[in-house]
């Protein structure tokens, strides 16, 4: 039973472009979703986060949009850069500061 | 400054063997995790300590136990190894929630993986 689910196991984008990296959720008890980011052979690191009573929250480049009706969330990465090319990883939690993590996608960003 | 540190970073061991993976932060943090991450990729919390006190313990068979020294450190002990224990291990940190505002709370820093193979 996952509870956060990244369906597109991978994405591949122009440098340049924007970047839509999606994630779905069940548990309508979420309170605060966060997005990490993981390069081959190192831990994840966290890049942006939102809180439910939230619909979007913005750092640079990275946007995190919130939609709690349809149980979705998604970052925006715009523009995307080589170096962004990485795994990415949602996450959320209920009160208890337990993660709960979705299983990445890899972002693969183009010259 | 490494922030989470985690040793050994690759660990090859024979089933039946007992190892142990250790953390360090030196952030400062009061909670700390491991999280396992399967062949899937999903990354799944194990245990969570919070001033040396186990607040969060997951359906994980008993041959594992975390061990807290003290605030900055929790080490994972793993009896009786068995191929399915086969995974790359993280830990993680973070501050008490309860002292920070609510919109920085729960970011959590991770290590950078111990890699376990089990023969």
């Known amino acids: 039973d996952q509870q956060v689910k990244q369906n597109s196991p991978s994405l591949s984008v122009q440098e340049g472009r924007i970047s839509i990296l999606n994630c779905d959720y069940t548990?309508?008890?979420?309170?605060?979703f966060l997005w990490y980011k993981k390069y081959p052979a190192e831990g994840p690191t966290f890049l942006i986060s939102?809180?439910?009573?939230?619909d979007k929250n913005e750092d640079g480049r990275f946007t995190v949009f919130l939609n709690k009706s349809a149980k979705h969330l998604s970052l925006h990465i715009v523009p995307s850069q080589p170096g962004d090319s990485a795994v990415y990883f949602c996450a959320a939690r209920r009160n208890t500061g337990k993660l709960i993590f979705g299983q990445g996608t890899t972002l693969q960003v183009k010259p | 400054d490494t922030a989470v540190s985690q040793t050994p970073k690759y660990l090859v061991t024979q089933m039946g063997n007992d190892k142990s993976i250790k953390c360090e932060q030196n952030l400062g943090h009061d909670t700390m995790y491991w999280y396992k991450q399967d062949s899937k990729k999903f990354l799944k919390i194990m245990f969570s300590?919070?001033?040396?006190?186990?607040?969060i313990n997951e359906t994980v068979p008993n041959r594992f136990s975390p061990k807290s020294p003290d605030k900055a450190h929790l080490n994972l002990h793993i009896n009786s190894l068995e191929l399915g224990d086969s995974a790359v291990y993280f830990c993680a940190s973070s501050q008490d929630r309860r002292e920070i505002q609510r919109e920085i709370s729960d970011t959590q820093y991770f290590g950078p993986g111990t890699r376990l193979t089990v023969l």
């Open positions: 548990n309508s008890m979420f309170d605060y």
């Open positions: 300590y919070n001033n040396k006190e186990l607040i």
């Open positions: 939102i809180s439910s009573i939230k």
